[in-house]
């Protein structure tokens, strides 16, 4: 492939090494939106490796301008499925049915299991604002203590937004990577569900007895959030767990049908790897499910139920679900950004031949692709905070590396980055200080339970993909 650059190794590798400096640093010190820090780290590493600027300016649009119209458009979607779930109540009716069918040592589990369940569509943040109150509700009118439901919870929710499409980060490195989605997504289902169980109820019974943390009162939640519109709306909950505002104006949706559409895409996106697995090239049956299963048309399909099944069945007229789904965007449009500038960064890294550096170092120092991918994302989510910029950055390095490997071990390649990127969530990390405000948290207690938490998330993970690389 030609580059846009005639530079030698030695000045890839130092260009390279300038470029991700240049995104620590501008994230880290300078307090630089990552957006911005991503384009001024690609014009260092074109700059450096010799690029013309104007070559350095269409291969950064160029890598933005795909990752857009790939993952943003399943960010979008997935966005709107989320809202729609928030908004209607769904969500809650999903928390409330399960948690109150359980009671005592099981309540742990249960945290566990609804928090990945309703995670699937949300955002981490979102879904952290959604459940925390009930989290809170729960250690309130039990003995059973807030570590003991809380990190079970955070645990769920934090597993899907870094091992499970079409959470942004596992969509940018499957875009990056050309890997399938529908196996990605079938591994990331097999390792999130130990690992929820290590980080969750096993890691949350263990740091209650030695962390005590008391159940901070209702107004001190409501200060610990910022008083964010977005957050007052879903934390003014009465008693019951329900959202004030949604009281006497809407009804609940229902248990099953909020189930069933969170579970559509996901479902068709599984059929489709099955089939491709299992049914010959041209079967009808292998056809109709490729097409269904594509990640566009899944979401899409999702997003068009979640409408009728959530906000029509929530008594919404059309133009209130017009205006939960239009609602959906400005939240994300940061993230967004952030997507398309890691994929300009991304290409500007392919173009200038700094990723077959990379690659052929590897092979030649016989290091393992899935050992790397993962190390890169820890050393990068460790200096910047953000397990976005980790995953964008660490899969770009190791493209070239994922075109030598077959289709499962690219796939694992994802996963080995999305674990790499969960690792040790510190003071630079926007979610440390989210869950330090809403549980009451010192700086002390919130390192030895949350970014202990994420570092066991990130080893099980890296683990589980390890072991799933003797088997396929």
């Known amino acids: 492939m030609s580059t846009i650059t005639d530079a030698g190794t030695t000045q890839l590798v130092v260009a390279a090494v300038l470029g991700i400096a240049v995104v620590v640093l501008l994230i880290a010190w300078a307090k630089f939106h990552p957006f911005l820090a991503l384009i001024l780290g690609s014009a260092a590493l074109g700059l450096a490796a010799g690029a013309v600027p104007a070559k350095i300016v269409t291969s950064f649009t160029t890598g ?12 979008a979607l997935g ?5 729609l779930l928030t908004e209607s109540g769904g969500a809650d009716g999903i928390v409330q049915r399960i948690v109150d069918g ?15 369940l309703v995670g699937l ?19 309130r009118r039990t003995d059973i203590g807030l570590l003991r439901v809380g990190i079970p919870a955070l645990a769920g929710l934090s597993v899907l937004h870094g091992l499970v499409p079409p959470h942004p980060g596992p969509l940018v490195a499957i875009d990056s990577l050309h890997a399938d989605l529908g196996l990605t997504l079938m591994f990331g289902l097999i390792c999130a569900i130990p690992t929820v169980i290590v980080a969750g109820p096993l890691f949350g019974n263990f740091i209650a007895a030695r962390v005590p943390v008391a159940v901070p009162s209702r107004e001190a939640v409501a200060i610990g959030t910022g008083g964010s519109a977005e957050t007052k709306g879903v934390t003014d909950r009465d008693e019951d767990g329900v959202p004030d505002s949604a009281e006497g104006r809407h009804r609940n949706p229902g248990f099953w049908p909020a189930v069933l559409t969170v579970l559509l895409p996901i479902v068709l996106m599984l059929a489709r790897a099955v089939a491709e697995l299992t049914l010959a090239e041209g079967n009808d049956v292998r056809s109709v499910l490729e097409v269904l299963g594509t990640p566009v048309v899944a979401l899409l399909f999702g997003v068009l139920l979640a409408m009728w099944s959530l906000g029509h069945r929530a008594g919404f007229d059309r133009r209130e679900t017009s205006s939960v789904v239009g609602g959906s965007l400005p939240p994300i449009a940061a993230i967004l950004l952030i997507v398309a500038a890691g994929g300009g960064f991304k290409q500007v890294l392919v173009d200038t031949g700094v990723g077959n550096v990379i690659a052929d170092a590897a092979k030649d120092a016989s290091i393992n692709a899935l050992l790397l991918g993962f190390l890169v994302a820890v050393g990068i989510r460790v200096a910047t905070g953000s397990a976005t910029v980790a995953t964008i950055t660490a899969a770009g390095i190791v493209a070239p590396l994922a075109a030598t490997l077959d289709k499962p071990t690219v ?12 690792f040790f969530s510190h003071v630079n990390d926007a979610g440390f200080w989210l869950v330090k405000e809403y549980f009451g948290m010192t700086v002390g207690q919130t390192i030895k339970t949350w970014s202990v938490m994420e570092t066991i998330i990130s080893v099980v993970g890296f683990a589980c993909v390890m072991l799933l690389s003797l088997v396929v």
């Open 79 to 83: 966005s709107m499925i989320g809202a």
């Open 121 to 139: 569509p949300l955002f981490f943040e979102i879904g952290v604002v959604l459940l925390v109150p009930i989290v809170l509700l729960v250690a």
């Open 102 to 116: 359980v009671s005592g040592s099981a309540l742990p589990w249960a945290m566990a299991g609804v928090a990945a």
């Open 64 to 75: 933005l301008g795909s990752t857009v119209g790939s993952v943003g458009v399943l960010i």
């Open 411 to 422: 796939s694992l390649l994802v996963l080995a980055i999305g674990s790499g990127s969960l």
